[in-house]
């Protein structure tokens, strides 16, 4: 898969990742936009904004709080263990799109979390934010203040945190190599990640069994799922 560039990628001083819901599909974690998307006949992409959220709290909590229990019995694949293993041969990190801490709970240390965390949540109004791994069952869930907690996530049309955005930009301009798994690339800022990688000179890879709004701008296209490609990368590195 990886034998056209196999040369520059052992050569990379640092690997960045950029991944998406696609990654974590094969731990049963559905995607927004793929087939199993839609929840209770509801278009997840309209659910998770701050408009959908303040016309049905309810509504949008108890989608949040399935997605939980779906994430938190979930385990990291082959994909996100791979990208763990990396570590011990070249300096990775990663930039991801989700929510759902796998790739942590693989093993990588170096984790940007682009979107927040679906184990985090905060108020709407006061200061307060809290990790919390267990179900809510008042709905939609209480500040001690009165107000309503949301998930601690970044939904459509809402920033991303500013310091975490500004650290995925150092990090997209100064790697060798650019490694872009299961994200269709529709979502803005974080799919110009590549393009500040390609400023610099950097080889971009998508691993993505469809194509993306930047196959055009791949040095490589690898048409598999990121379990069934990844292991195969470090594999390379691995039989020096
Ligand atoms: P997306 O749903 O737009 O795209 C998923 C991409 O993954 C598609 O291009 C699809 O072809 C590809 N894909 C599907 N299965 C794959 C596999 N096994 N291996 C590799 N690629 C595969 O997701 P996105 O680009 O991440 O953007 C959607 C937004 O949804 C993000 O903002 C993210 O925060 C959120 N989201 C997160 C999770 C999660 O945390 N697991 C789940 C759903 C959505």
């Given amino acids: 898969m ?18 998406g819901a696609g990654i974590s599909q094969e731990s049963g974690i559905p995607t927004f936009r793929g087939n ?16 959908a959220f303040y016309d049905n709290p309810k509504l949008v909590w108890e989608w949040y709080n399935e997605r939980r229990q779906n994430i938190f019995a979930a385990e990291p694949n ?12 070249s300096e ?5 799109q989700n929510i759902d801490g ?11 979390e682009l979107h927040g965390s679906i184990v985090k949540i905060k108020c709407t109004v006061c200061n307060y934010k809290e990790e919390i791994l267990t179900e809510f069952s008042d709905m939609p869930p209480l500040c001690k203040c ?12 809402e920033g991303l945190p500013q310091d975490v955005w500004e650290e995925a930009i150092i990090h997209a301009n100064s790697c060798d190599v650019m490694i872009i798994a299961g994200t269709s690339l529709v979502v803005s800022p974080a799919n110009t990640l590549p393009i500040y990688a390609k400023q610099n000179n950097a080889i971009l ?9 930047m196959t055009e ?14 292991p195969e990368l470090v594999s390379m590195f691995k039989n020096n």
């Fill in 92 to 96: 990775v990190i990663v930039l991801t």
């Fill in 36 to 51: 199993d998307g839609l929840w209770r006949n509801y278009d997840p992409m309209k659910l998770a904004t701050i408009d």
């Fill in 102 to 112: 796998l790739h942590q709970i693989a093993g990588s240390s170096k984790v940007l």
């Fill in 78 to 89: 082959l994909g996100h263990k791979a990208i763990a293993e990396l570590e011990n041969f």
């Fill in 205 to 213: 890879i998508e691993i993505n069994p469809d194509e993306t709004n």
């Fill in 2 to 19: 990886f034998d056209s560039i196999k040369d520059q990628l052992k050569k990379a001083k640092k690997i960045a990742f950029v991944t």
């Fill in 217 to 230: 701008d791949m040095d490589l296209s690898i048409r598999t799922t990121s379990a069934t490609a990844l």
């Fill in 146 to 157: 009165g107000n309503i907690l949301r998930p601690d996530v970044v939904w459509f049309g």
